[in-house]
């Protein structure tokens, strides 16, 4: 079955602690992962999206596969080891009330991911491929199989975006530059926080380093400001879009979110800043809920995203 986008990575179990870990309490298990997250955002909005990776032959990958399935994400190709766990995420709150993330996800099934594992889901056809920086960081395996998916993609013509999302625990600076770079010829839409973009091009300030992307060949880049909002990029025209104001419960997934309602804008064939306006509606909308997906809307939600604070959806 042909999807209209394809995610390739790691999706892992996650424990959420209410307090310190070290002091036990309550906590509640989830799933978490970046291409996993705008897999499920993209299907609540209506669209078909298939997630292929590696998960153990165990309880957590049973637990990863029932919300992705249960979510309406394609998982006809997802690979299971029995020689390796699925991966592990705790997050817990540390004094100060500040959140942390510890990962259990070196030799986790996903960190020997193959281009051959992943080659059929590629094969199985997709409008687009969406990409992120961390499925590269787990390893020489997944880097080659993102690069070469990314390479099959550009050449049966699909579109393919790259969420750079650095995760400095996994690997340093200096590292995803290394590995993300060459894989700009093959990406149509680049998405980056404003701190992100020297890890992809050289250049002084962010003027620079947009002019060097589009000269590179990525078509549309788009600079995500948290609080700020968001910025859009085109060989012909570039504009801001503020964020949509919001009690924060969470910012975890936010920016799979914000990712997700841009894809989903360039599905349904809005103009750049529609799609824009949308990726800020579900990052809004992400960090309004706990949780790294559990927030997101449906389309049939997504009028009441747009009402003015305090009004009600009649």
């Not at 042909?2 to 870990?21: H, K, Q, S, Y």
């Amino acid at each position: 079955m042909r999807a209209d986008v394809l995610t390739i990575g790691e999706a892992m179990v996650t424990v959420r602690c209410a307090g310190p870990l070290r002091l036990g309490g309550d906590s509640r298990v989830s799933t978490a992962g970046a291409e996993a997250n705008v897999a499920i955002a993209l299907s609540r909005l209506g669209h078909t999206a298939r997630w292929t990776g590696a998960l153990g032959d165990d309880e957590p990958g049973e637990l990863v596969l029932r919300t992705l399935r249960a979510e309406g994400v394609l998982t006809d190709h997802v690979v299971r080891r029995t020689d390796a766990p699925t991966g592990l995420l705790l997050r817990d709150v540390a004094a100060g009330g500040r959140a942390r993330v510890h990962y259990y996800r070196r030799d986790s099934a996903a960190s020997t991911l193959t281009w051959d594992e992943v080659r059929p889901a590629v094969d199985a056809g997709q409008a687009g491929l969406h990409l992120t920086g961390i499925t590269p960081a787990l390893g020489p395996a997944p880097l080659e199989a993102v690069a070469a998916a990314a390479r099959q993609a550009h050449r049966s013509g699909a579109w393919v975006s790259l969420d750079v999302n650095h995760r400095s625990l996994l690997w340093s600076r200096e590292a995803a530059a290394r590995a993300l770079r060459p894989l700009l010829p093959y990406v149509t839409v680049l998405i980056a926080s404003d701190d992100e973009l020297d890890l992809v091009v050289d250049g002084d300030g962010e003027r620079d380093r947009v002019a060097a992307l589009l000269d590179a060949g990525v078509e549309e880049v788009v600079v995500k400001r948290g609080a700020a909002g968001a910025s859009y990029h085109d060989a012909r025209t570039s504009f801001d879009v503020p964020a949509r104001r919001v009690p924060v419960v969470d910012v975890v997934g936010a920016g799979d979110a914000f990712t997700a309602g841009y894809l989903s804008g360039r599905l349904d064939g809005l103009d750049a800043y529609g799609r824009l306006e949308r990726a800020t509606l579900l990052g809004a909308a992400s960090v309004a809920c706990a949780g790294d997906w559990e927030g997101l809307p449906t389309r049939a939600e997504l009028p009441s995203l747009d009402l003015p604070e305090g009004e009600t959806l009649r």
